[in-house]
């Protein structure tokens, strides 16, 4: 059996296009924070962007601009493995292996497929529908102990949960782990500078509800001044900001990026109004998120290191999973490969 780590983290992101400061704060700067603590694998779920359509140029390009995104906050690919999802084939593998043990009634309890496909299932993709099962491959073929996500992927966590508890039910094994998915941070999920209420989304039409990684600074300034909030003087805690989605936001995003509890965020604040407030977030927001675009600007000029980089990245994945899926294959009664 293959030995099981005391801790290993697994995390991924789709290659959707336009990081923002969400994408940053609620995964990219964890992922960087993690490394040294624990051994860290992060992937670049393009199997998973393909369960809808993508323009294959787009797709490519996509991709790398999220290694550069990956690199360019912090996470060394010296420190931790990074790769794409589809140069490793033992997340395809695996991927229909467990949607042999997962049940049908499991994903039809599954919320982001009825989320995405809307009233339009029947013409929905079967990857889109099947793949929780592909997302707990990814997972299990690591033998992750943990996998940081968003409040909105905790369900699939625990989907990854069921999954291995059945095979190792099925088969009477203790074989694959059972994940634990890490949710933490004063700005997990950043909301929307334009409605307090919403999340922080590229897929806004509005520019102004979001900070783009790729935003320079005079951009980043503006967007922060004119965010909607309200007229009342910031509190002397957190607690005081419960009913106030849009001052929440901003004084969570200024302690996230800061690396100060909210608490001591509004102490430092108390009884000033946002025309106080405001500018100090731009200076940290610019002070912090400057030279990560100038990073990623660098890296995607060099895209064959970029491509060397995450082909390095994809041998030490497949290092890892390629014996763990060999084991899944003989404990189900495959003949070994030769």
């Known amino acids: 059996m293959t030995p099981q780590p005391q801790a290993r983290v697994f995390s991924g992101i789709q290659p959707s296009g336009g990081l923002t400061l969400g994408n940053y704060l609620g995964a990219l700067k964890r992922f960087a924070e993690q490394q040294g603590k624990v ?25 790398r601009e999220l290694a550069a995104g990956f690199i360019a906050a912090g996470v060394d690919p010296a420190r931790s493995v990074l ?3 589809s140069h490793v ?29 809307g ?13 929780p099962a592909l997302m707990a491959a990814d ?3 690591y033998h ?23 095979f190792n039910h099925d088969y009477g094994v203790d074989f694959f782990p059972l994940p634990q998915p890490v949710i933490e941070g004063a700005a997990t999920r950043v909301m929307s500078l334009r409605d307090g209420t919403k999340k922080m989304s590229k897929s806004d039409p509005s520019d102004a509800s979001r900070i783009n990684l790729t935003d320079d600074a005079d951009s980043i300034a503006q967007k922060i001044r004119k965010a909607r909030t309200d007229a009342a003087p910031l509190p002397g805690s957190a ?14 995003i200024y ?24 500018p100090a977030l731009a200076d940290v927001a610019v002070a912090q998120l400057e030279p990560i675009t100038r990073r990623m600007t660098e890296l995607m000029a060099d895209p064959a290191e970029l491509d060397r980089l995450l082909q390095a990245g994809a041998d030490q994945a497949d290092a890892i999973a390629r014996p763990i899926v060999d084991e899944t294959r003989r404990i189900m009664g495959m003949i070994p490969r030769r």
């Open 39 to 63: 051994e860290t694998i992060y992937c670049l779920v393009d199997l998973h962007a393909v369960t809808v359509w993508q323009e294959p140029e787009a797709l490519r390009r996509q991709t």
């Open 83 to 85: 790769f794409v999802q």
């Open 89 to 117: 084939s033992a997340h395809a593998e695996l991927g229909w292996l467990l949607m042999c043990v997962a049940r049908l009634g499991w994903m039809n309890r599954m919320t982001q497929f009825k989320d995405k496909a």
């Open 119 to 131: 009233k339009n299932a029947e013409k929905a993709s079967l990857g889109l529908y099947a793949y």
């Open 139 to 141: 997972i299990l073929a």
């Open 144 to 166: 992750a102990t943990q996998v940081p996500v968003g409040e909105d992927q905790k369900q699939h966590v625990e989907l990854t949960r069921d999954i291995a508890a059945k």
């Open 239 to 252: 607690e005081g900001l419960k009913d106030r989605p849009e001052a929440r936001n901003l004084v969570n």
């Open 255 to 278: 302690a996230a990026l800061s690396g100060e509890p909210p608490d001591a965020v509004c102490a430092r604040f108390e009884g000033q109004g946002f025309g106080v407030f405001k």
